[in-house]
């Protein structure tokens, strides 16, 4: 069974940090798996804010870059996200996902239909 546990998340005020981690188990092996992080408010569309292919290239969208970096640790089957400067905009739940490294996952890795494996999510919130 395919596993990807998040925490980390919190309270902050803005330009704070946090860091958020994604603990994978199961079948997805962060090795060879393209990860990623995205982030959803309530009744909101989710967007991508982090991914990371196998080789440990990352992509970022504009809204988050020189903020936000993704990393991962093989050894541990875990992926990171750490957030500087965070704003009260950041606010949202944050998911970290799976999915097989194709083409298309090059393409558009920050779309979320990339994506096949799900996190249950980790909260943040930015106060002012």
């Known amino acids: 069974q395919v596993q990807l546990v998040e925490s980390g998340g919190g309270s902050v005020q803005a330009g704070g940090s946090l860091r958020l981690s994604c603990v994978a188990s199961?079948?997805?092996?962060?090795?060879?798996?393209?990860m990623g992080w995205f982030r959803q408010a309530p009744g909101k569309v989710r967007e991508g804010v982090a991914t990371?292919?196998?080789?440990?290239?990352?992509f970022y969208p504009d809204s988050v870059m020189g903020r936000f970096t993704i990393s991962k640790d093989n050894a541990k089957n875990t992926v990171y996200l750490q957030m500087n400067n965070l704003k009260p905009e950041d606010t949202d739940m944050y998911y970290c996902?799976?999915?097989?490294?194709?083409?298309?996952?090059?393409?558009?890795?920050?779309?979320?239909?990339?994506?096949?494996?799900w996190g249950q999510g980790t909260q943040v919130t930015v106060y002012s």
């Open positions: 996902a799976a999915a097989i490294c194709t083409p298309r996952w090059y393409i558009s890795s920050l779309n979320p239909s990339m994506s096949e494996t």
């Open positions: 199961g079948d997805t092996n962060v090795a060879t798996a393209c």
């Open positions: 990371i292919e196998r080789g440990g290239r990352p």
